[in-house]
C-alpha cells in the first residue's frame, strides 16, 4: 500500500472522528397535530410535507452518511469532499420559512 495512501486513510479516520459505524437518524414527531395551522395551511399539505418532504430529507442523508463512511473506510478523499454537499444539504434539509416551522 501506498504511503499517500496510508496517510490518507489516519487523516480521514481523524477528520471523522475515529468513528466506524454509522448513526441513524430518524424523523422526529411534530410537536404539534397537522391541522393546528389550519385554516392558514391544511392539515393535509401538514401531512404531506412532514412525511414525503422532510422524510426525504432524512433518507438521504442518513444514505450521504453511510457513503461517507465507507469512502473514509477506503481512504478515498475525493469520495468524502463530494459528498459534503449532499450532507450538509440535507442534514439542514428543512426549507427557509417551512410551515414546519411556524408555531402552532
Known amino acids: 500500500m501506498a504511503l499517500r495512501t496510508l496517510a490518507a486513510k489516519k487523516t480521514l479516520g481523524l477528520a471523522l472522528g475515529g468513528a466506524r459505524g454509522v448513526a ?6 411534530l410537536p404539534y397535530d ?3 395551522l389550519e385554516p392558514a395551511v391544511s392539515g ?3 401531512r404531506l410535507h412532514h412525511q414525503k418532504h422532510h422524510a426525504t430529507y ?8 453511510e457513503q461517507l463512511d465507507a469512502a473514509a473506510s477506503k481512504g478515498d478523499a475525493s469520495a468524502v469532499v463530494g459528498l459534503q454537499s449532499a ?4 442534514g ?3 426549507a427557509p420559512l417551512s410551515p414546519l416551522d411556524m408555531p402552532p
Open 58 to 65: 432524512v433518507a438521504n442523508y442518513n444514505k450521504a452518511l
Open 92 to 94: 439542514g434539509g428543512k
Open 87 to 90: 450532507i450538509k444539504f440535507n
Open 24 to 29: 441513524t437518524f430518524t424523523l422526529p414527531d
Open 34 to 36: 397537522y391541522g393546528a
Open 44 to 46: 393535509e399539505i401538514m
